[in-house]
């Protein structure tokens, strides 16, 4: 069933042609928005896992069974780490990382809209997705909306089961795992998955320091940081820290603003995350909904601005702007139409 649909030409006319902002809105995602996205699994039903129950989701039982391996109450996390110390299993390392790229490589999107397509077409070509998630979804909602407009580029942080590259080339080409490369025509090598061990090596392989350095890049200059679902968890404390040190909200000389969306307590939140308030202008959220990624689409970095600048005045002078979630996608796509013609238009 569909949320009926105002006009489109129902956007006060400063909100669609405010375009200002060159400094991005960066999005960090981890495994709870994956799971808040496709609360039911994939098209087929498929669970997402986290690392508390992935040896469950991803089948890893039976194998580690087989080599007489107590799975450790299903803690994938201490479990991967605890094998890769031990020095004697790389087989079934090996076996354990291939099943579960396996598994990843297998998800699907269902036909209906979902919170990931929602959020591919709330950003904009200057804004980042940045996901620590190996499954497919970032990639195959953009390529499934990528024809209302420009779409925000991509980082993988811990790798992806979707995309390939090719370093040959500067910038780097990225693009569909299996494809080949657009610019020398060899085929495009897989990303390599970094799994949960206590002491990571984000520049052991290129495409990753590379990733990690653009996202450095990305988070120094960017005017919005929303983190979806990313727990930090304490096997990645190298991600944090390098995360910390590019952000230095409270040291930057320009505007920053930080928001959180994730089910956990408030308290527990702020702990975690405290090093990265800036002097002000930080917010929670429960859900993508009270997020400034839904209440102003593709303007949230412009909006958010001008809000702070002015208070509620601009809030309450543009309106209510946030989407409309509805299952029909003719409707969402009317609804996105003019803030994508208006973009089209500027660069016209």
Known sequence: MSARLDSPMRFEPRYVTNLSMRRPHVVLLGAGASRAALPNGDRRGRKLPLMMDLVEVVGLRPVLDSAGIDSGGGDFEALYSMLVADGTKRNLVAEIE????DYFSTLELPDEPTLYDYLVLSLR???????????PFVVQAITRNQHIGRMPRTLFLHGNVAIGYCMDHVPIVQSDRGQVCARCNRPLKSTPLLFPVTQKDYQKDPFVAKTWKLMQDELQSGY????FGYGAPSTDVEAVNLLKNAWKAAQSPQFKTLEIIDIRDTNELTNTWREFFPSSYYNFHTSFEGSLLARYPRRSCESEFWIEMNGAEYAMQIGNVSVPRTTDWDELYAWFAPLAEAERAATA
């Open 224 to 227: 919005l940081l929303t983190m």
């Open 125 to 135: 070509e200057k804004d980042v997705i940045a996901t620590f998630n190996w499954d």
């Open 98 to 101: 291939q099943r579960t790229f």
